[in-house]
């Protein structure tokens, strides 16, 4: 299937306070985010013509750039008009929203005390992350070479462009050998996340989750254990070892596009997608739903 290229559609952007035509939405080559990584961004999903989450993406966004040593010359509630009225002029009412903001053109090289934060935000129509049938058969993810880093060695709390590069390297190298996503440890061997989301483990009935301290504590991820606490599992955050998969009677994906995707192979370790997840998997579909149909109302 051709992919219609992100730079040339038809449609409106969000660009630095106006709604500006999508092809027009440019940026210099010499921007410092290009070259350093000065950028955060979000991905946030549209349910009914509601943005799910908005508060908490947008608040996110703005402690990424802070993370980043920047402010967003825009408020917590000018971001999120920002993006309703992206969504509003792209005419969707299912879909996907990308805000972002970087450092700018105004200073070359390490030190970008001088740049000026631009952000932009732009929405489109966006099916599912992983294949639809994941969602009942489950996804096979190799085991990444790569480790998420330290937070000493990165800012991992951030939801920075920078800390994707080894994503994107770990999600090729497990697409080159017919995975659909690959599972990283953290620098201490520990399970950390997949590429884009986070992990869950069904072990004797408890859900146990990777304490987030070196990668992103995902907002699907804190909705999934507010279920699971609702529907009286016991949610354990602890530091888990890879071999503990072997004890997993089901294991599962949480992020914003991957939404709760079962996952049926890790390299050696091999999963039936269950009834813990599709519980959850109702559950969360009952909530994007209820929480648009009330935005409605
Ligand atoms: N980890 C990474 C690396 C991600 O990119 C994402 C998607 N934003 C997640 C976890 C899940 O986060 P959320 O549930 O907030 O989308």
């Not at 070259?35 to 549209?46: L, N, P, Q, R």
């Not at 996110?60 to 920047?70: K, W």
């Not at 790569?146 to 800012?155: D, K, L, S």
């Not at 390297?169 to 997949?194: F, N, P, Q, T, V």
Request: proline share 5%; with cysteine.
């Amino acid at each position: 299937m051709a992919i219609i290229p992100y730079d040339d559609r038809d449609g409106t952007i969000w660009f630095d306070g106006r709604l500006v035509p999508w092809r027009d939405a440019k940026i210099h080559v010499l921007t410092h985010a290009l070259h350093y990584a000065s950028c955060v961004f979000e991905g946030e999903k549209i349910y009914n013509g509601r943005v799910f989450k908005l508060r908490e993406h947008s608040q996110r966004l703005i402690d990424s750039g802070r993370i980043l040593g920047f402010d967003i010359p825009w408020t917590l509630e000018q971001i999120e008009e920002a993006s309703i009225a992206t969504v509003k002029a792209q005419g969707l009412t299912q879909g996907y929203v990308r805000p972002v903001a970087w450092r700018g053109p105004e200073q070359m090289g390490v030190a970008a005390q001088a740049t000026r934060i631009h952000m932009a935000i732009a929405a489109w129509d966006w099916g599912a992350y992983f294949s639809p049938e994941a969602r009942f058969k489950g996804l096979r993810l190799s085991w990444a070479k790569w480790v998420r880093p330290a937070p000493n060695t990165a800012p991992t709390a951030a939801k920075a462009s920078g800390l994707y590069m080894i994503c994107t390297l770990s999600k090729h190298a497990a697409e080159a050998e017919g995975y659909e996503d690959a599972l990283m440890l953290d620098w201490r061997g520990r399970i950390a996340e997949a590429t884009g989301a986070n992990i869950f483990l069904v072990i004797d009935g408890e859900l146990h989750t990777p304490t987030p301290d070196c990668f992103l504590d995902g907002i699907t991820r804190r909705t999934v254990m507010g279920h699971a606490r609702a529907r009286q599992l016991k949610v354990v955050e602890r530091a888990i070892m890879p071999e503990e998969l072997a004890k997993a009677q089901e294991v599962f994906l949480t992020g914003t596009a991957a939404e709760i995707t079962p996952v049926s192979e890790i390299g050696e370790y091999k999963f039936t997608p269950g009834k813990v997840c599709r519980m959850l998997i109702e559950d969360f579909d009952r909530l994007t739903q209820a929480a648009s149909a009330a935005s409605a109302a």
